[in-house]
């Protein structure tokens, strides 16, 4: 986790607006999002909300920037259940961190958002990516069970190759039944690789 800042659902005035936000960037993108139509939909005034945000940039980043930090929150709480197999493990961990964005239009957006907003956030995508990928590989190479790692096979091959596919059947599964069931397909032909 990043352990950098505090939470943002923290202050639960924030949280609503934020929650409010999200659901306006996923239905109308961010060049077509107002200030307005978020005050609205948080039911608060304009006034009010540019207290909270000083610009649509800013509200767009935290928006996102909440997306994120959930998603990897989720995942690492995953890979932390110990009453879970690996195998377990690792497909509810790629399910929370990627499979989210499978099934729902609202979802279809977010993803769009995320992956199409280079001028409004920066490197935070791709920070976010780099972050999960490292968590994961950290993770794998602490709760695989003998035989998984070796071989020349480590963590973070084992991680690349899943992470690379997860976003590939983000893309082209059709519900999150059919990404979590080729999630659960990698890791067992990884755990038969020979160490």
């Known amino acids: ?32 999002t107002s ?4 005050a609205k939909a948080a039911g608060i005034s304009r006034p009010g909300l540019y207290l909270l945000f000083p610009n649509k940039e800013q509200l767009y980043r935290a928006t996102m920037q909440g997306v994120m930090e959930r998603g990897q929150r ?7 259940d110990e009453s879970l197999s690996f195998e377990d493990r690792v ?6 961190l990627v499979g989210q964005y499978i099934g729902s239009q609202v979802a279809r957006d977010l993803a769009e958002l995320l992956e199409n907003s280079g001028p409004q956030l920066g490197s935070m995508f791709h920070d976010h990516q780099e972050l999960a990928r ?5 993770r794998i190479a602490e709760i695989a069970p003998p035989g998984v790692l070796g071989g020349g096979l480590g963590a973070e091959d084992v991680m690349d190759v899943l992470f690379s596919a997860a976003l590939t059947w983000k893309a ?7 990404f979590r069931e080729r999630a659960r397909r990698a890791v067992r032909l990884i755990c038969r690789t020979p160490g």
């Open 91 to 96: 497909v509810s961990a790629l399910d929370a």
């Open 74 to 80: 989720a995942m690492e709480k995953c890979f932390a």
């Open 35 to 38: 200030m307005e139509a978020v």
């Open 134 to 138: 490292a968590t994961i590989a950290a």
């Open 172 to 178: 082209t599964s059709a519900d999150r039944d059919e």
């Open 1 to 32: 986790m990043s352990g950098a800042a505090p939470d943002i659902d923290d202050d639960p005035k924030r949280a609503a607006v934020l929650a409010a936000a999200l659901g306006v960037f996923s239905r109308y993108g961010f060049q077509k």
